[in-house]
């Protein structure tokens, strides 16, 4: 049941650093461009203008940052519910057969305690793959931001089917 969680908050939590990562990546376009053009627009008066459309980009920017900030914030809680749920379900299987004298009791606790030992690097598993889809995520950034590159060096360097040694690595 974890790992069907993961997997789900896994791809909601990467499809929406995706999407604040591109909000980002259009906000530094929009204010490379301004920066840019900074004398034309204080030449035509366009400061208030250009303001107006930054502080709309950056306000996307920050509600696709919180829709990432309630994704994780949902993931914790569910995750401890689940642990939580296990230590009931253990109780309840170990209490019945403790009760049929199937068990003894110290092997129900000890049933527990081994419950108890497993939550915790369950959860730390969780907090080491969830960063793991963010570095997914930027490294298909960088290949898509260095293709052209890649390209243009291969066009111009290129050995034998286009391929050079020195280049494979790009």
């Known amino acids: 049941l974890v790992v069907v969680l993961g997997g789900l908050f896994g ?17 530094s376009t929009a204010l490379q461009e ?11 008066t366009l400061e208030e203008e250009r303001g107006k459309v930054f502080a709309g980009r950056s306000g996307r920017l920050l509600e696709k940052n919180m829709v990432v900030t309630r994704v994780r914030g949902q993931l914790m809680p569910l995750l401890g519910g689940v642990a939580s749920l296990g230590t009931v379900i253990v109780l309840f299987a170990g209490g019945k057969a403790v009760i049929d004298r199937r068990i ?21 598993l969780g907090w080491i793959l969830l960063p793991l889809a963010e570095v997914l995520l930027w490294s298909t950034v960088i ?5 052209p590159v890649q390209r243009r060096l291969l066009a111009q360097f290129g050995g034998r089917g ?9």
């Open 11 to 27: 791809r909601r939590i990467y499809r929406s650093s995706r999407a604040v990562q591109e909000e980002m990546g259009s906000l």
């Open 34 to 44: 301004d920066l840019g053009g900074i004398a034309i627009i204080k030449t035509y």
């Open 104 to 124: 003894e009791l110290g092997q129900m606790v000890q049933m527990s305690g081994y419950l108890a030992l497993l939550v915790w690097p369950t959860l730390a």
């Open 143 to 147: 290949a898509l931001l260095f293709a």
């Open 162 to 170: 286009g391929r050079h040694p020195n280049l494979a690595a790009l």
